[in-house]
Nanobody
Framework: EVQLQASGGGLVQAGGSLRLSCATS????????MGWFRQAPGREREGLAC????????DYVDSVKGRFTISVDNAQTTVYLQMDSLKPEDTAVYYC?????????????????????WGQGTEVTVSS
């Protein structure tokens, strides 16, 4: 059974950093693409980043390029989202997702509906 559990959210001042973690089980990173999303109140879920470890591809939405970094641990059981230079507009609930058969590195990030497996959200609040 594919399982994902996100953690690491919290309250941080603008300009600060947070690292989100997504602990996984039940699948191999060699077969799955992993992604991070966020959803602010009243807004649609937004894709932020994806990683495909086998070819070594990462991709980001423009709004977080240069500030956020997606990575995996050596054991390939945990996916991270390092978030630097945080802004108040980064305030949202953040989710990790995983699925096979989708493509990271195309003309746009994989969309939310393309992922079947989701972790519970972790809340990030950035104060000004």
């Amino acid at each position: 059974e594919v399982q994902l559990q996100a953690s690491g959210g919290g309250l941080v001042q603008a300009g600060g950093s947070l690292r989100l973690s997504c602990a996984t089980s039940g699948f191999s990173f060699d077969d799955f693409v992993m992604g991070w999303f966020r959803q602010a109140p009243g807004r649609e879920r937004e894709g932020l980043a994806c990683i495909d470890t086998r070819p070594g591809i990462t991709d980001y939405v423009d709004s977080v390029k240069g500030r956020f970094t997606i990575s995996v641990d050596n054991a390939q059981t945990t996916v991270y989202l390092q978030m630097d230079s945080l802004k108040p507009e980064d305030t949202a609930v953040y989710y990790c997702a995983a699925d096979r058969g989708i493509y990271c590195g195309g003309p746009h990030l994989p969309l939310a509906f393309e992922y079947d497996h989701w972790g519970q959200g972790t809340e990030v609040t950035v104060s000004s």
